[in-house]
């Protein structure tokens, strides 16, 4: 079956440096790739998408990359700060159904 | 982007009783999706809302447990029904993009049930 995995640890780095978060899926060959941010409690919010035959997106800080012979996407955040404390989603778009595969996320804390 | 509305944000339930779900979208879409998040979970799709027919249900989950409204193109209702602890999760409403590819959530409606 479709399987989505995040780093299950959570990831602490100081403010400033950049922050990479590694999403891993197997059986499957996505067309999409996205990645979500979701802060306790709040619903995800959209952050990036990445199509199968794009390698690299940028938006702002934010930077993620979609290797599809490692089935991997690292998502990078550059100048990282506090406020980017939250937890971070990765889905895949499976299928002609439309539905979304989501893994279960990693957590990040920026410290001060 | 489309703008969602949930009510109620938050909510603690007694054992056994039912609760609505109210979810509003600020444009017409076809399809509005229920999703699940529990404690330490990922999020894990309930159904599909479709307007004018019934909605579409994920393995495990049953129209009795969770029935679905979609009365118009902007709004749809989830209500768990006779809630067990096992209940108390974040259930999220969400559509997709007008090009398709990216689906948007409201702030989830937060439930404990006791």
């Known amino acids: 079956s479709q399987k989505i995995e995040q780093n299950s640890e959570a990831l602490n780095i100081q403010e400033g440096k950049t922050a990479t978060l590694t999403c891993n899926y197997t059986?499957?060959?996505?067309?999409?790739l996205q990645w979500y941010r979701q802060d306790p409690g709040r619903g995800p919010v959209f952050l990036l998408l990445?199509?199968?035959n794009e390698k690299e997106k940028r938006k702002e800080r934010l930077k993620v990359t979609f290797d599809t012979t490692l089935k991997q996407s690292l998502f990078h955040i550059t100048a990282s700060q506090p406020a980017d404390s939250a937890t971070y989603l990765c889905?895949?778009?499976?299928?002609?159904?439309?539905?979304?595969?989501w893994g279960l996320g990693t957590s990040l804390a920026v410290n001060p | 982007s489309a703008v969602i509305s949930q009510k109620p944000s938050r909510d603690i339930c007694q054992r056994g009783t039912s609760l609505t779900i109210q979810c509003q979208v600020d444009?017409?879409?076809?399809?509005m999706f229920w999703y699940r998040q529990q404690p330490g979970q990922s999020l894990t799709l309930i159904a599909t809302?479709?307007?004018?027919?019934?909605?579409?249900?994920e393995s495990g989950f049953v129209i009795d447990k969770f029935p679905i409204s979609r009365p118009n193109l902007t709004f749809s209702t989830l209500t768990v029904s006779n809630m067990s602890p096992e209940d108390s999760s974040i259930y999220l409403c969400?559509?997709?993009?007008?090009?398709?590819?990216?689906?948007?959530f409201g702030e989830g409606s937060w439930l404990t049930v006791v």
């Open positions: 969400s559509v997709f993009s007008g090009a398709g590819n990216t689906i948007y």
């Open positions: 444009s017409q879409v076809t399809m």
């Open positions: 809302a479709n307007q004018g027919s019934e909605a579409t249900y």
């Open positions: 059986n499957y060959s996505p067309a999409y």
């Open positions: 990445i199509r199968e």
């Open positions: 889905a895949l778009l499976a299928g002609n159904n439309r539905k979304l595969i």
